[in-house]
């Protein structure tokens, strides 16, 4: 597209209900500006009117038009190096349905405006099956059934409620089998599961008879003596449940919630009592007293949690009839799914059926089972602890979070541990292709085991911005950089963004059109856009363009003219450098002016500037280089020297 051209296009865009962009092209001439502040959107504008040019001029050619050769965004994160295992020959086997299950997933994570403004989150983690094969009962015999759960306790109990798949009988009265096809084991593990931390389990799953209806019964006695809440079966002289309900607590906030279980079959063993609830009818589909199940627990709880143990064995990737299972547990008001059953892990997705949205995981994998002669092939030794994260916001509303996990290897055939990077390369690239997740930004750490709850939406505090933090969304922007989902380091991310100046408050967005959550740093403004996904949840506001033209006062005849249509160049080397390593159009969007001479107000020093949209690099003149790239040129503290956002929109309104 020509200069001229440029200069005479105008863009527009606006923020649908469903957070869907709709980008509008005017000729100038076409354009009638309305008499009122929506009309000066591009004066003072966010991100929010930008997406769709945003999106185009981020492609190579728009790169090279501000005078930079595209590149790979350097990244200096801990995992980074991952992305050279990640060529994998699996990969072109996540891909079923029309569902691509190897994208990474940005958009899973929403923290909302966080914790300052009334949000309380809550974390549930979940594991797979406890399927003790026959050396595992006879090292538990030995060591005793503590000794499964002793490298992973801390991380089993840094939730508000800790799910597992228990698999198989726990019949006192029958010998105790740790061989296909029958698994019964010994109450101590029921006992030692509840004391690591785990406080509900799944009794739905095909090895629910294996010591027949009586052998049920007393698993059930089992579990209830060693105090872990369960669903998905029934003894003989109960009353079904239709779910388990549960209460989390925090802060004195409860959360009210249902956990529901079911399962494909039970091997071919009968259930004349009719104990075990199933998932699907005569033809695959799920049965209408799931459904009804759901719709009662939807009804009567905040949030409804249920297991499916469905799906092929050994299989990365779910059948069709778990997609299509998942979608319909979604419409009949399912918020997480945890499924099991094939023995590996499959991926996790964030699902809409009939606008309804659920957090989901097809396959949990193993968590406790000796299946090392499958791992090569099917990865049956790698597993994970999965954390899910809901929010129950100010107004009550039950809000998905998203996920964090800790990888995880089941060592020596025997225990879960948490596994590290260096140990099994290839366990832990394929979690990480199962998470979605290819930088493993969401990856808990598995050298420090949490001393309270993981949280999804952790926030930062500094001592140093006397005790202000940044909350919610606006902590995952400044840990990515607005990427969503790239890690940076915190000094990083202290230079570009600066330390929080204020808390969380409600104003005007950059663009003057409405009432949004704002969070001012050292170098930025930053506007939650909750409609929206990653990397335009969190969007800078231009204090550059704001800074620039008060200074200025160039000679454009309206500010949306502003010199990103003028193809400028970042010609300094130090400039460019910069701006290629940390943030790049995402951070700072384009330079808005030349290189440019300014005498600083408080040294009186002389520096060397250009001013982009969000901010305006510099360093002073001749002064030698720092050593650090990261200090080679310093960012404006541009929400000092800003107008107020009230001001911006004032003078919009006026000058039209
Ligand atoms: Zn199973």
């Known amino acids: 597209m020509s200069t001229r051209k440029l200069f005479w296009v105008r863009w527009l865009s606006s923020l649908t209900i469903a957070g869907l962009l709709i980008v509008i092209v005017f000729n100038l001439a076409d354009w009638k500006v309305a008499p009122s502040l929506s009309g000066s959107k591009s004066l003072v504008q966010s991100n929010s009117v930008e997406l769709g040019p945003w999106n185009k001029f981020a492609s190579p050619s728009g790169l090279d038009r501000i005078g930079l050769k595209p590149s790979v965004q350097s990244n200096p994160v801990e995992l980074g190096s991952l992305n050279k295992l990640a060529s994998s020959a699996t990969l072109g086997r996540l891909r079923t349905n029309g569902v691509d299950l190897t994208k990474p997933l940005p958009s899973f994570n929403s923290c909302g405006a966080g914790s300052a403004v009334g949000d309380t989150y809550f974390t549930l983690a979940a594991v797979g099956d406890l399927l003790l094969h026959y050396n595992i009962i006879n090292t538990a015999d030995r060591q005793g059934y503590d000794y499964l759960f002793d490298k992973v306790r801390p991380f089993l109990q840094a939730a508000n409620l800790t799910y597992a798949n228990f698999e198989g009988s726990s019949n ?3 010998p105790y089998s740790g061989v296909f096809p029958l698994f019964n084991y010994d109450p101590k593990l029921a006992k030692a599961a509840a004391k690591a931390g785990i406080d509900l389990v799944s009794t739905a799953n095909n090895h629910a008879l294996d010591t027949g209806p009586s052998g049920l019964d007393a698993t059930l006695g089992s579990l209830a003596t060693a105090g872990l809440a369960q669903h998905g079966t029934t003894a003989r002289n109960a009353k079904r449940q239709v779910y388990q309900p549960f209460e989390l607590k925090q802060n004195n906030i409860i959360l009210k919630g249902s956990f529901l279980a079911y399962t494909w079959g039970t091997n071919g063993l009968a259930d004349p009592y009719k104990q075990v609830n199933e998932l699907w009818d005569a033809n695959g589909r799920l049965r209408q007293s ?7 627990a939807r009804q009567e709880t905040e949030l409804v949690v249920v297991a499916a143990h469905w799906g092929n064995e050994y299989q990365f990737l779910p059948t069709s009839q778990q997609i299509q299972g998942a979608k319909e547990l979604t419409a009949a008001g399912a918020d997480l799914i945890l499924g099991d059953h094939p023995h590996t892990l499959q991926p996790v997705d964030l699902i809409e059926s009939e606008g309804r949205q659920a957090m989901l995981i097809y396959s949990l994998g193993n968590f406790i089972a000796a299946q090392d002669a499958y791992q090569a092939q099917s990865f049956t030794q790698t597993s994970l602890i999965l954390y899910l994260g809901v929010t129950k916001q100010a107004d009550g509303k039950v809000a998905l979070n998203g996920y964090r996990y800790l990888p995880v290897f089941i060592e020596n055939n025997t225990r879960p541990v948490p ?11 394929h979690i990480l292709q199962q998470m979605r997740d290819p930088q493993g930004t ?15 939406c952790p926030e930062y505090t500094f001592a140093e911005a006397s005790g202000l933090s940044i909350p919610g969304d606006f902590a995952q922007y400044f840990a990515t950089l607005g990427t969503g989902d790239k890690s940076y380091q915190l000094s990083q991310s202290l230079a570009l963004i600066g330390f929080p100046t204020s808390k969380v408050v409600e104003e005007l967005s950059g663009d003057c059109s409405h009432l949004t959550r704002v969070l001012y740093t050292e170098r930025a403004r930053l506007e939650l856009q909750p409609e929206a996904n990653w990397p335009f949840r969190v969007v800078g506001t231009q204090l550059g363009t704001n800074v620039y033209f008060t200074k200025y006062k160039p000679p454009y005849a309206s500010p949306e003219l502003i010199p990103r249509r003028l193809n400028l160049a970042i010609a300094n080397p130090r400039f460019k450098a910069f701006f290629q390593a940390f943030g790049g159009l995402n951070h700072f969007g384009y330079p808005i002016s030349d290189e440019l001479t300014e005498i600083d107000r408080e040294t009186g020093k ?4 250009q001013y982009f949209e969000r901010s305006r690099f510099e360093y002073v003149k001749d002064e030698p280089e720092n050593p650090d790239p990261l200090y080679r040129v310093q960012l404006g503290l541009l929400t000092k020297e800003a107008d107020p956002i009230s001001k911006q929109c004032f ?6």
Do not use: F, W
């Open 442 to 456: 969401r990856a808990v750490n598995p050298l420090n085991p949490p001393s309270s709850i993981v949280s999804i």
């Open 606 to 609: 002389t520096k060397i500037v």
């Open 651 to 656: 003078n919009a309104m006026v000058k039209n």
């Open 172 to 174: 006192p009265n029958a």
């Open 290 to 296: 799931v459904k009804d199940d759901l719709a009662r």
């Open 419 to 429: 596994l590290l990077l260096g140990s099994h390369p290839e366990a832990y690239r």
